[in-house]
Nanobody
Framework: QVQLEDAGGGSVQAGGSLRLSCVAS????????MAWFRQAPGKEREGVAT???????TYTNSVKGRFTISKDNARNTLYLQMNSLKPEDTAMYYC???????????????WGRGTQVTVSS
């Protein structure tokens, strides 16, 4: 069973950058489809970016050109580089993993506990 530990959140001003990380244990990330989701207070969990086993990436429209999802198989770690952050990016961010391809649907089998990102104007 895969376990995920996400980290790297913080408070930044608009226009700033953060890099989130998600260390997997119990399973190799090279054999998993993985994703980042976020959830703001009072809102539904939203898919932000996904990366397939083969490295294919997809992004929700609001983060295209600003966020980059990647994974390091040697470190068994998923990343989300976030640039040009906006106040509307403020949310709890969660990494997720599954052996099935689920795209941006929040039905992944394994989830991290979340890391808070706060962007001030």
């Amino acid at each position: 069973q895969v376990q995920l530990e996400d980290a790297g959140g913080g408070s930044v001003q608009a226009g700033g950058s953060l890099r989130l990380s998600c260390v997997a244990s119990g399973y190799s990330v090279s054999s998993l489809h993985m994703a980042w989701f976020r959830q703001a207070p009072g809102k539904e969990r939203e898919g932000v970016a996904t990366i397939g086993m083969g490295g294919t990436t997809t992004y929700t429209n609001s983060v295209k050109g600003r966020f980059t999802i990647s994974k390091d198989n040697a470190r068994n770690t998923l990343y989300l580089q976030m640039n040009s952050l906006k106040p509307e990016d403020t949310a709890m961010y969660y990494c997720a993993a599954d052996r099935r391809w689920l795209g941006l649907a929040p039905r992944y089998a394994a989830w991290g506990r979340g890391t808070q990102v706060t962007v001030s104007s």
